[in-house]
């Protein structure tokens, strides 16, 4: 079975752009979490989706966005992009209830987003 | 509000030697309390997982000690091997997720030397 798949592996952006982030997840996975990794901060959860509803949102402004589509693939969206949006976005999926059941998530490889 | 606090930041271990890298969280509402290793270029992947009712499990060479009264709980690598060398993090959540998904430490880099 093919693991998460995000793309694009490196994205290159100026502040003030938009900028959109694909996650396919395991096959069969209902589940998407999407996460920033930097390392001032660490990983931090910024949302998660479930049969196509945005389930939970964690601190990050509006600019931040996401969705879910029927096949479970997912996007996130970050608009107006400032210096400090610079990180690895990570995705991952779980098979059913993803935090609702603390359920192992499987993560992708990231993608490497750097704001100039 | 840093809910999980991880330490050391770094750590350096001989080949053969026990790794031990603790955590301690806030939230008592906290149920489930996951490891996860990362390898550079890689997302991080699910190594053990505790929940509260246990004090302590064991998969092969890697063990978590729970400590529910002192909100706090570790990971020790037994007989660490170089291929170990990774960087580690704990994380909590609860059943039913919330605002906050996984609540993830700041990670520890762990370097096991030859």
Redesign the interface.
Known sequence: KAGVTQTPRYLIKTRGQQVTLSCSPISGHRSVSWYQQTPGQGLQFLFEYFSETQRNKGNFPGRFSGRQFSNSRSEMNVSTLELGDSALYLCASSPKGGSATNEKLFFGSGTQLSVL | QQQVKQSPQSLIVQKGGISIINCAYENTAF??F?W?QQFP??????LI?IRPDVSEKKEGRFTISFNKSAKQFSLHIMDSQPGDSATY?C?A???????????????THLIIQP
């Not at chain 2, 270029?41 to 699910?46: E, I, Q, S, V």
């Not at chain 2, 959540?93 to 990670?107: E, I, V, Y």
């Open positions: 149920d489930y996951p996860y270029g890689k997302g991080p992947a699910l997982a993090f994380a959540s609860k059943a039913g997720g919330g605002a906050d998904g996984l609540t993830f430490g700041k990670g």
